[in-house]
């Protein structure tokens, strides 16, 4: 049994917002004329296990959906790529791999705190939960602030597509410290124009995976001041393991797009 | 309370925290193995070394952080009909535009 405050607050401050809340058993149970069971257990479930292979189910179809949503962009990168390939090269030049890098360990970093929160709640260890999830909420503003770093880096070069976009580290790459250190030749005109196409997929990619993780944030924040009220650590876990799944995913989709905006075009060929 | 019940009612596998140090460690390792590669002339290999990289992170990404190797039947069925509808539309898609145009010049 919890001692904090959770239990009272229940009713009143959270009502039905996902799984945890239902189950008139632990209040009522006698009316109901059933068998004792867990709170959290809904009633149109057989038993705890089944309801979370439900839950699991669901939420790998929902991810299911997100594969298709990034795979259309992948798939868009890939294509355009093929077609405007010495402008792709130049442009993703242009990237720090120094930032990319760090990011990509900040956000595996993350990736494995949340697996350690999903164990905490398991083992129902509540401060070793509420440490991983403020670890993971930490490392993923970490994420975007590196990311805020390498976004003012395109806006100050005018490598942001749209009306200020400005050709010249492709025209003339000696005028460019990025350019001129990958040893970029100039790209004719036409190509060079194309370059914009490869920073459109590049902010549309790390955008939309940007406002993953801050829906991703958003929602850890909401679980660090569940979990602290204890919770996930009385049994019930569906909800943080859900959650680890979708930042898991959104940490895939990192590990896609790292090589391929990043990296596979430093040695042109 | 119920609590005892509920342990013993939910056969729920958990994962040792052993296992995601182990995974996160090479997780971080791979990493550095395909930003080195990157730096490396490969030619062709480039690209093809990346994507085989990352494929390996995900893979191990979705088995043992996800828990898919620990999972029922039907969550590694979904995942694997997830990745299968995704390669095979991806792949159609690409054979498509990347072949559109051979034999017209």
Partial sequence: MTTSGWKSREKKRWPVSDSTAIAPAAHGAPEHGHEEHPAYLRHHFENVEQQ????????????????????????????????????????????????????????????FTMAMGVWCAEIRKQSGLVLCLVLTFILGLAFLGIKTVEYKEKI????????HYSLNSFLDPDSDAEAKAAGDKPLALDMARHTEVYFSLYFAMTGMHA??????????GFMILRARAGAYTAGHVTFV????????????????????????????? | ????????????????????IIIGGTLLVLTGVTVAASYLELGIFNPIVAIAIA???????????????????????????????????????????????????
């Avoid at chain 1, 959104?250 to 075009?265: G, K």
């Avoid at chain 2, 309370?1 to 995601?20: A, C, F, L, N, R």
Wanted: with cysteine.
């Fill in chain 1, 52 to 111: 979370a292979d439900a839950a699991g189910f669901a939420m790998w179809l929902f991810l299911l959906t997100e594969v298709m949503f990034f795979g259309g962009l992948f798939t868009a990168y890939l294509i355009y790529r093929n077609w405007y390939y010495p402008a792709f090269v130049a442009a993703s030049h242009q990237l720090n791999i120094f930032w990319g890098t760090l990011n990509t360990a900040v956000l595996i970093t993350s990736s």
């Fill in chain 1, 156 to 163: 100050e070069k005018h490598h942001v597509p749209g009306f």
């Fill in chain 1, 211 to 220: 406002l993953h993780m801050i829906i991703g944030i958003a929602i850890l």
């Fill in chain 1, 241 to 269: 393991e859900n959650f680890g799944l979708y930042w898991h995913f959104v940490d895939i989709v990192w590990i896609f797009l790292f090589p391929l905006l990043y990296l596979i075009s430093r040695h042109p060929n």
């Fill in chain 2, 1 to 20: 309370m119920t609590d005892q019940k509920e342990m013993e009612e939910s056969q729920h596998h958990i994962v040792s925290p052993v296992i995601y």
């Fill in chain 2, 55 to 105: 494929c390996i992170k995900a893979v191990l990404v979705v088995l043992f952080f996800m828990h898919v190797k620990y999972s029922s039947k039907l969550t590694k069925l979904t995942v694997f009909a997830g990745l299968f509808t995704f390669l095979t539309l991806i792949g159609m898609t690409l054979s498509d535009y990347f072949s559109r145009a051979w034999g017209r010049w």
